[in-house]
């Protein structure tokens, strides 16, 4: 069972846009995690949100987490080339670590 | 200072054979974890270690075990191969639990 839903699975876009990627849970997690992950190498943390509603800014990237502590979404304004990666949250619940599948984010210059 | 690192970078084996996996830790990390990266199903919890003890376990088979020795690094043993073994190994480790964990670059491991 994939308790952690990411969407969408593929996202590619013009450099300057706007972009926002969810993921959705049907259970309650204590905190969730987002990372980076790019080819060859192991995930990046960009961000660990805990307490419901809250929003955290990481320069151009939003992250929010879900008043129920349910689900979360990440928001990047003005993406980059350099934005490009696999961004995958990953929730934590009964001192167990819950990854979703990714979104897998290409900018094209 | 040094962040996580992981040898072999890419191992192949056959199935049957086993293959040990080996995680060196942040300097000062006491905790370590394994995870598995497969095409398709994402990241999977495989094992936590820390002070040395095992402390929690995904949902794999026992043949998927390891340890974590005085210096805090870490080894991952896979015994039986199976070709559906064949996966990105991720070890990370973390001072204050999983939520500040740090990864490494991973074991590329193929089974043929």
């Known amino acids: 069972t994939q308790l952690l839903e990411q969407s969408p699975q593929f996202l590619s876009i013009q450099e300057g846009e706007n972009l926002t990627v969810y993921c959705n849970s049907s259970s309650v997690f204590s905190s969730l995690q987002w990372y980076r992950q790019e080819p060859g190498e192991g995930p990046v943390l960009l961000v660990t949100?805990?307490?419901?509603?809250e929003v955290k800014k990481l320069k151009r990237l939003t992250f929010q987490f879900g008043d129920a502590r349910k689900d979360s979404s990440l928001h990047i304004t003005a993406a980059q080339p350099g934005d490009t990666g696999l961004y995958l949250c990953?929730?934590?619940?009964?001192?167990?670590?819950?990854f979703g599948k990714g979104t897998r984010l290409h900018i094209l210059p | 200072e040094a962040g996580v690192t992981q040898s072999p970078t890419h191992l192949i084996k056959t199935r049957g054979q086993q293959a040990t996996l080996r995680c060196s830790p942040i300097?000062?990390?006491?905790?370590v974890y394994w995870y598995q990266q497969a095409l398709g199903l994402g990241l999977q919890f495989l094992l936590w270690?820390?002070?040395?003890?095992?402390?929690n376990r995904g949902n794999f088979p026992p043949r998927f075990s390891g340890r974590q020795f005085p210096n805090y690094s870490s080894e991952l043993n896979v015994n039986a191969l199976e070709l559906e073994d064949s996966a990105l190994y991720l070890c990370a480790s973390s001072l204050g639990g999983v939520e500040t964990q740090y990864f490494g670059p991973g074991t590329r491991l193929l089974v043929l």
């Open positions: 949100v805990v307490t419901g509603g």
């Open positions: 990953a929730g934590q619940r009964d001192d167990k670590i819950i």
């Open positions: 270690y820390d002070e040395g003890e095992e402390r």
């Open positions: 300097s000062g990390h006491t905790s």
